[in-house]
Structures are given as C-alpha cells and as structure tokens.
C-alpha cells in the first residue's frame, strides 16, 4: 500500500507539470519571420527567447534548437542569447524558384518536457538578377504591305526575381516605324508586343536593325537587351491560323522521354514560303525548355525529361506559328501531369483440362481467379479472350471465372488453341495482365479416307511383264494416328466375268497396283474394278473408288491374207487377155492385221515378177494391174512374189504368191499349172497316151467354158446390183477377219466366193470380182476363171 501511495503522487506531479506548460504556451501562434535574400551568414533574425517568453537559461537548459521542414540548415538558434540567427547566406531563388511568396517552414523543439512551437520564415526578394532574353537577336519578317497598328508577338526575357524586381517594362530603340507595347498574361507575367505604326516600303528600306530594352522594377532598376532584326517582305495577306486558340493536355507522370504529348497545327492559305509554317515558343521559362522540346515543323510537342506529378502538376506552353513572310498566330498549350495506375492485374490458375476430345459438348477448360491490389477504378477489372475463338468466359463468385468451350470443336480444322486470357484494370492509364494457356483437341475417327480422284484410268502395254507396276491409288484421313492410317484393297469386282484376282493386285499400305499377267490387247481390250481405302479407327471408315485400265496395243501381229489363200490344195491362177490396156485389174490382195491403229494400217509391195515392168501393185489397196501393154513376146505364165507390211514398230509383214496367165481368148486351152512342169522330165514312152489324155481334157475345159460363160451372163441379168451369186460360206474364219476396218477395199468391189466341193475344209478355191457392164461389152477381156490343175 505505501509503494503504491508514493508512485500516484509522482503520476499527479507530472501531470499538473503538462497542465502548467499547456497553460503557459496557450497563447503561442505559428510566427512569421522576414528576411532579405543575400543577408549575410550569422545575421539576426528574431529573439526566441522573448517570442517564447522563455529565459535564456531555461532554452539552454531545455536543449532548445530548430528543425526545418526540408532539414536545411538554414537557421540555428544562439542558446547563450537566445536569439535565431543565419546559418548561411539565403539565395531565394534557388529555395524557392518562382514560386512568391518564398516561406521556410521550422520548428523550435523544447526538451525536459517536450515542446514544438511552428514558425516559418519568409524570404523577400532583392533585384539581384537581370532580365535576359532566350537569343541575343531575333528575326522577324514583316510585310510591306501590313497595315499600321499590326502586332507582331516578341520573344520575351526571363528574370529569375519575383514581385517588382521581375520584368516590368519592355522599350525599343527609336525608330519611326515601331513601337513596344508591353502586355500582361493572366498570371501577371509581362511580354511585349512590337506595334506598327507606319507602313514599310521595302524599296525605301529592306531591313531594320532595333534594340529591345527589358526592365524590371527593381531599386536600381536592372534591363537586359535583344537585337530584333526585322526583314521586310513583299505581299504575304493570310497569317497562319491555328485549329485550336487553347490545347488541353493530359500526360501520365510515367510517360517515357521522347513521348508526343500533343501536336499543334496552324494553317497558312499563302502558297511558297509565305505558306511555310515555323513553330516555336514565344514565353519559354527554364523549367519548360528543359521538360518540352517543340519540333518547328511538325508542332509536335515531345517530353526530354520525367514528369514528376508530385512536384509541378500543370504546365502551361505558348507557342508561335510564323509563315515565310512574318505573318504569325499563336496558341497556348496547358499541359496536366496524370497521377498513375501502378499495380497490375494477378491471374492464379486453378485447373485446366488439355486435351479436350473433339465433337464433344459444352467442356470446361480451365479454372482461374483473378485480382487487383489497387482500389476503386483502379481496382475494378475486365476479363476477356480473343474473339475469333470457340471457348468463353464465365465469371462466378469472388472473381473466380470458369474458361469453357463453346459448342463442339473440331479437330481437323484446328488442333491447338493459343489462348490470351487478358485481365484489364480500370484505372487510368489501365494496366493489363496476359495469361497464355494451350489447349490441345485429341481426334475422334470422324473421317473416311478419301480418294485424290473419284476415278483413274490407267494404261498399259500389252505383252507386259508379270508383277509390273501400272500405277497407283491414293487416298487421304484427316483424322490422326491409327483414325489415319490407310489399308487399300481389291473390291468385288463390277463385272463377275473378269477374273479381277488374276489380272491384278494393290499394295495395301501405298496403294501400288500391279499387273499379275501378260495382257492381250486382242483379247482384252479394257476392264474396271474398284479399289478401297480404309482407316484404323474404331468404328472403321472406308470410301472406293473407280479404276479403268486401258490396254495399249503392241504390234504383236502380221497381216494376214484373205486372198489368193495360200494354203489350198492347188494355186488359184489369174487369167488375163492379152490384149489387156495398161491399168488392167489383174487381181486384188486383200489383207487384215488383228492389231489396230497405225499398226493395222497396211501396205502392199510387189518384191518380185517373172518379167519386171510388166505387172505393179497399188501400195494402199493391193490391187494388181498392168503396167503396159501386153505382145505377143511375153512369157505366157508369171509368177508374183507380194508383201504386205503392216505400219508398227517394228513393223511386221506376210507374203503371197500370184500366178497369172496371159490368153489370147477363152477359147485358147490353158496351159499347164506350174506344178506340172515337173513332168517334163517323165519318159516319152507314154507320150501317145498323154496326148489323148491333153484332148480329151481340152474338149472338155471347151464345154465347160460356154457353160459357164452362159451362165455367167444369166447370172449378171438377173442380178446386176446383187453384191455376188455366190455366198460367204460358213466356216471357222473369225469374224473380225472379213472385214478389217481399215481400208483394204478401196473401191466398191463384187465378189463370188466358190468352194471346192466336198472337201469338207471350207477354203477359198478363188475371189474373182464381178463387173456386169464390162462383160456385157467384151466378154473376152474380163472373164476369169479358177482352175484345178492336177499333176498327171
């Protein structure tokens, strides 16, 4: 109980102390000292000790001492007289700026107890500085035809004095056609203005040459002085005129030096150089020139160094637009510096979801929050995407937000998403966070192969290796992997009749096709199958498509010869009159070829005659004629060796032997066949008998020949336009054979075909062509028979 006594005694003590001091500095107020910049160091200021009420004892004993606002040692208080001395010499200028009135905040602190009494100090200006002008001279053109009283805007002088020791009064040296008239801006700064007052004449005088005077309000007054040069111009009429008298400006404090803060533009209707527009600033303190630089073409205002929102917060910018002849315009620029949006969004991803199967439904991506530190609009945001994306964004509670697709996506026409998921903030300027994220689509067999063409035609020569490679099939899957990998193969065939499996086969990984077989193009001329193609997937796919393989001729077969056959049982001879005219149709080959086009085209050539000269054939339809007249000095039997040849390459032929004998009339008896010359060598013992023998057999052929002749001429009566009396008989010839297409017949011919009786073999005895109206007229010169020599 007594520890406790003594200790609330001690507590009311102290109290009662703070009550006193209260009491005592109650009627103390904020102080206001004045002091003249450029007061020597150690000059007296103010006595504290009496301002306080406070001995001098007391201060020391306190530890009293001052504490400026910015902590310069620009004060300090003499504790043995308690008086508040100089601590330096004072430059307001460089405390202050121009910034008028130039206050220094301080404090007096008290110890034992503690005390804080406020005081400031102000510092008057003394007219320590001159004013002085941006350029020592100045260069103006000024029309010759501008009227008096124009105003033309001068650049003015800088005076780092405020109050009446800045610039007071511009004057200009005497002249008889200027004036200076000194005008004031709403801040109280003063410029001049040059005014004319009497016309110029450039031919009287082309320049002039003044000095223009700045003087402040100082005691003594101080001036500083500029050269203007002025130039005198012919006729410029139209000054240059500025879109806007006032720019406004915003720049944030953060913009980079070299930032375009604004672009002024005035516009001069004068052409050449009274057109040409120079920009420049016609006030310029030094805090502007050292933060804005003004290009004087473009009027593009650039910053050269940070702005700093805390220590100048506006500016304001005067600028000149002067043309090639003197004219100008003005306009001001103000210019507030922006306080800035310093934090930038945060985006924190909770899930995502890659890859996402394609086709599927509405899916959820990713799931991520987003936040601010900043506060109000600075703090506020704006999520999005890119718009050319299928996916959105959902917000949900505490700017949590679900990224989800939108609607089924597709694989084959993208497979990877890049997605941008911006986070804007509000504020001014607005910062932003990007967040990439990939989402990969996984396929699903959703697509058949499909052929490159829906049908292919392929050639090939016949008389092929086995196994030769004839072309190919190819077949694409937009899907991937196993959905993408192909397996070709033979489809049933369209036709059950061609033997698809022995002709060809495919490769079921490229799609190669392959001959199995030689092919005949005379037997198989073309054919088609289908081919499919198939993927890996699950449920598979397939498509088909359609192959036509053309078979390209080879020259694999030689003319064959319709007639003379060569293969009966005796030569068939043709009978020609002697007194035949040259150009006499003998006989006619008739030759087919089982190939076609060029290797089917035919060609005769007569390779060998009894008697040269005397008979020729047509190269192009095998007709035999005479070549001349024929006498009584030719050989009565000829034999005629021709090829036929057909058009290939190499080019294949066959040959056939004619035999012809020359008569003088049907009457004459025929001579033997060349195959009875061998009896000429037979024993002359039965001479007697083969005389007979030749009689009787001539007697006969006699008969024979009116018969026929007879009825030759009865045939060709009745039936002039028939095509022959005697018929094609039927028999094991090809029908391709009869006619081979390609233009043996020339000419429109008849013929009677006659068969050798009971045979049983069916061959050709002799084609003998009809002409009714020849053997109307001279039955001795066209009629041919066919004969049967038989050896003896």
């Known amino acids: 109980m007594e520890a406790g006594g003594e200790r609330f005694p001690k507590q009311r003590q102290v109290l009662i102390l703070f009550l006193l001091l209260g009491v005592a500095l109650a009627g103390w107020e904020s102080r206001r000292y004045f002091v003249m910049e450029e007061t020597e160091s150690g000059s007296f200021v103010a006595n504290l000790a009496k301002d306080l009420g406070l001995g001098v004892a007391e201060l020391a004993a306190r530890e009293a001492r001052v504490v400026s606002e910015d902590n310069e040692p620009w004060l300090q208080l003499d504790l043995q007289t308690g008086k508040l001395i100089l601590s330096e010499k004072l430059d307001r200028e460089e405390m202050c700026g121009p910034t008028d009135p130039c206050v220094v905040h301080f404090q007096v602190l008290l110890k034992k107890p503690l005390g804080v009494f406020r005081a400031e100090l102000l510092v008057r200006d003394i007219n320590d500085h001159s004013p002085e002008f941006p350029e020592r001279e100045m260069t103006l053109k000024i029309l010759e035809t501008s009227p008096p009283g124009t105003v033309f805007p001068l650049k003015t002088a800088q005076d780092l004095d405020v109050g009446n020791n800045n610039i007071q009064n511009y004057n200009i040296s005497h002249n008889s056609y200027f004036h200076v008239s000194t005008r004031n801006w709403g801040d109280g700064r003063k410029y001049p203005e040059l005014v004319l007052d009497k016309e110029l004449d450039r031919e009287e005088q082309a320049e002039l040459r003044l000095t223009l005077t700045a003087l402040d309000g100082g005691s003594p007054p101080r001036s500083g002085t500029a050269q203007v040069r002025i130039s005198v111009l012919d006729v410029n009429d139209n000054a240059p005129e500025f879109a806007q008298t006032h720019y406004q400006v915003q720049v944030p404090e953060n913009s980079p030096v070299g930032t375009l803060v604004v672009k002024v533009s005035a516009r001069d209707l004068d052409t050449g150089t009274n057109g040409e527009i120079s920009y420049s600033l016609f006030y310029s303190s030094q805090e502007i020139s050292t933060t804005f630089e003004l290009s004087s073409i473009s009027g593009e205002v650039r910053l050269i160094k940070k702005l700093d929102f805390e220590t100048i917060s506006s500016y304001e910018l005067y600028i000149d637009a002067s043309d090639g002849g003197g ?439 002799f084609l003998k062509p009809v002409f009714s109206n020849i053997l109307e007229s001279d039955l001795g010169r066209k009629s041919e028979r066919c004969s049967t020599f038989q050896n003896s």
């Open 327 to 765: 004219l100008s315009g003005k306009c001001s620029v103000s210019i507030e510096v922006m306080d800035v949006n310093d934090n930038f969004p945060e985006l924190t991803i909770s899930s995502l979801t890659s890859p996402i199967p394609e086709n599927s439904p509405e899916t959820e991506v990713a799931l991520f929050r987003i936040r601010d530190r900043d506060s109000g609009d600075n703090g506020r945001m704006t999520c999005s995407i890119q718009d050319d994306l299928p996916f959105l964004l959902k917000p949900s509670a505490e700017n949590f937000y679900t990224l989800v697709t939108n609607g089924a996506l597709d694989r084959e026409s993208k497979a990877q998403y890049n997605i941008t998921i911006t986070v804007t903030d509000m504020g001014t300027p607005r910062l932003k966070t990007e967040h990439n994220i990939t989402v990969l689509v996984s396929d699903v067999n959703d697509n058949a192969p499909a052929f490159t063409q829906t049908s292919y035609t392929l050639s090939v020569r016949e008389n092929n290796s086995p196994a030769l490679h004839i072309g190919s099939v190819r077949a694409t899957d937009r899907d991937a992997g196993a959905n993408a990998q192909v397996t070709y193969s033979l489809l049933p065939p369209l036709d059950p009749h061609v033997p698809l499996a022995s002709l060809v086969s495919i490769n079921p990984d490229n799609g190669h096709l392959f001959a199995l077989r030689s092919l005949d193009y005379e037997a198989l001329r073309a054919f088609e199958f289908r081919v499919g193609a198939a993927d890996r997937g699950s449920p598979a796919l397939s498509s088909q498509a359609l192959v036509r393989v053309l078979v390209a001729d080879d020259n694999d077969n030689a003319p064959f010869v319709l007639y003379p056959l060569q293969n009966a049982s005796a030569p068939c001879t043709e009978l020609v009159p002697r007194a035949a005219e040259a150009g006499y149709l003998v006989t006619k080959v008739v030759a087919v070829d089982g190939d076609s086009g060029q290797n089917a085209w035919l060609s005769y050539q007569l390779l060998k005659a009894t008697e040269p000269g005397l008979f020729g054939v047509w190269a192009h339809n095998g007709e035999v004629r005479t070549a001349r007249l024929l006498s009584e000095r030719d050989a009565a039997k000829h034999r005629l060796l021709v090829l036929v040849k057909d058009n290939g390459e190499p080019p294949l032929s066959a040959s056939v032997t004619l035999h012809v004998l020359l008569v003088d009339g049907f009457s004459q008896p025929y001579l033997p066949a060349p195959e009875a010359e061998a009896a000429d060598a037979a024993p002359a013992a039965p001479l007697t008998v083969y005389l007979v023998v030749a009689l009787a057999s001539v007697s006969s052929l006699f008969v024979f020949s009116v018969l026929v002749f007879v009825a030759v001429r009865l045939c060709r009566r009745g039936g002039a336009a028939s095509v022959g009396r005697c018929s094609v008989p039927e028999g094991p010839f090809p029908g391709h054979l009869v006619d081979s297409g390609t233009g043996t017949l020339s000419q429109s011919y008849q013929y009677e075909v006659c068969l050798t009786g009971g045979s049983g073999s069916n061959e050709f005895k």
